[in-house]
């Protein structure tokens, strides 16, 4: 069964709404969650790594006020789309790794496609 | 830095015919290979894993092995499926998996009846 369980699968919005996408760990204790974004025909750009408890780290030429990420708990890591505009369409996929499995491969969501009108 | 370069698509076969994607790969240490797969709307789903020389991955008919002396991860089947139609990624982490991937660029892979 699923082990990364990520919501909403779709959403469509007008500009400048604020969206939340969430990533939930179903078996085991995320200890660090990694949020990509997909451009259609494009491989997955790493935006940022976020672990339980602090501050997300993100990658150069990300936006961290555009893109708000909250790991509050061990299972549960939230990614934000502030403002969001049209260029900020795309397809984001959550990932999870835990420390105590560190040598084990990450667990992907399905991804969230997001359009903005 | 460490960067994964890989045979770029669209690849299009006939049922039963003998895929291979190629893969390789630039890393400093010794790096963990992986072969994802995604298939239309959906997330990434691990495929295959090599985590040190010579390790073959294998999973579903599909097999790779990791090779240092050629920097190499390439992907192969030997008969394909309809089913198996999805876009391909090769990546690599130094850390086993856990920690942030590099990925090549994918290769979508269409399989006619």
């Known amino acids: 069964g699923a082990v990364v369980s990520q919501h909403p699968s779709w959403v469509i919005c007008k500009s400048g709404t604020s969206v939340k996408i969430e990533c939930r760990s179903l078996?085991?204790?995320?200890?660090?969650m990694f949020w990509y974004r997909q451009f259609p025909k494009q491989s997955l750009m790493l935006m940022a790594t976020?672990?339980?408890?602090?501050?997300?780290?993100?990658e150069q030429g990300v936006e961290k006020d555009k893109f708000l990420i909250n790991h509050a708990s061990l299972t549960l890591s939230t990614l934000t789309v502030t403002s969001a505009h049209p260029e900020d369409s795309s397809f984001y996929i959550c990932?999870?790794?835990?420390?105590?499995?560190?040598?084990?491969?990450?667990?992907f969501g399905d991804g969230t496609r997001l359009s903005i009108l | 830095g460490d960067s994964v370069t890989q045979m770029e698509g669209p690849v299009t076969l006939s049922e039963e015919a003998f895929l291979t994607i190629n893969c390789t790969y630039t890393?400093?240490?010794?790096?963990?290979l992986f072969w994802y797969v995604q298939y239309p709307g959906e997330g990434l789903q691990l495929l295959l894993k090599?985590?040190?020389?010579?390790d073959k991955g294998s999973n579903k008919g599909f097999e790779a092995t990791y090779r240092k002396e050629t920097t190499s991860f390439h992907l192969e089947k030997g008969s394909v499926q309809v089913s198996d139609s999805a876009v391909y990624f090769c990546?690599?982490?130094?850390?086993?998996?856990?920690?942030?991937?590099?990925f090549g660029k994918g290769t979508k892979l269409t399989v006619n009846p």
């Open positions: 090599a985590t040190k020389a010579d």
């Open positions: 078996d085991f204790q995320a200890t660090t």
């Open positions: 990546a690599l982490g130094t850390q086993g998996g856990s920690e942030k991937l590099v």
């Open positions: 890393a400093t240490g010794y790096p963990s």
């Open positions: 976020s672990n339980e408890g602090s501050k997300a780290t993100y």
């Open positions: 990932s999870t790794a835990s420390f105590e499995q560190r040598n084990q491969p990450q667990h």
